[in-house]
């Protein structure tokens, strides 16, 4: 069954125009890669799929249900769909287990006891049971990022949107975040933004790869590992390999 659909998606600031029609779709539990070079619209496109940054143009459906539609309920919808951000957002004055119980306090109403027992589910899924009474600031980048991730799992989302989650990591760092990532594969929808040609390579069902505002090419990893149609696509993996390698993810 089709969970996301992305119809057609126009996107300009001023007279700049960043996404010129964008349109796939993902099933139940899919894990999809999206590459290309810096500034193409990649986060614009997350944006606009949890209308953080509504599309001027375009459709956004999930579960049939139309996200763009006015009359829709947006908030309800985006309880569905997890956001993790490169630089993590968590409240800097809250302990882990607050950042991730305050979302299902606030927003899902559930009482406080309740809501810290689930997040320190949540925490012991990414491995930070140890770390749930510290502070952000007390965290490395790695272990904030895992608590980026428990903060959107506990809303049970259907879908996560992760925006280059690794980019902001020290090397070392950026092996347990996508352990964790790896973890989710098959249990929740995931659209990944992100560098990381290992990860890509062995866990996306689908690579799509974006250039200019639009899609230039889409495929299983190997197609477009090894068979890639276009040439800027074999162009581009080619030069984001030389530099940033692709073992790790593996
Ligand atoms: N809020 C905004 N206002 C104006 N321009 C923006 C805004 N957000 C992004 N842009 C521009 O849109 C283009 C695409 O940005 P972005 O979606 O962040 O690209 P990517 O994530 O692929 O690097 C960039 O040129 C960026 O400067
Ligand atoms: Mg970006």
Known sequence: ????????????????????????????????VIIGPSGTGKSTLLRCINQ????????????????????????????????????????THLTAVRNVSIGLEKVKKIEKQ????RAMQELTRVGLVAQANQYPAQLSGGQKQRVGIARALAMDPDLILFDEPTSALDPELIGDVLDVMKS??????MLVVTHEMGFARNV???IIFME???????????????????????????????????EKGG
């Open 1 to 32: 069954m089709t969970l996301l659909e992305i119809k057609e998606i126009y996107k300009s600031y001023g007279d700049v125009h960043i996404l010129n029609g964008v349109s796939f779709t993902m099933k139940k539990d899919e894990t999809k």
């Open 204 to 206: 996306a069902d689908e």
């Open 184 to 189: 989710l594969c098959g249990k929740v929808a």
């Open 212 to 246: 200019g505002g639009i899609i230039v090419e889409q495929g299983s990893p190997k197609e477009m590992f090894t068979n890639a149609k276009m040439a800027r696509t074999r162009e581009f993996l080619g030069r984001i390999g030389a530099l940033y390698g692709d």
């Open 114 to 117: 309740e809501a810290h027992k």
């Open 52 to 91: 953080l940054s509504p599309p001027d143009k375009g459709q956004v459906w999930l579960n049939g249900e139309e996200i763009t539609n006015p009359k829709s309920n947006i908030n309800k919808m985006r309880e569905k769909i997890g956001f993790v951000f490169q630089d993590f957002n968590l409240f």
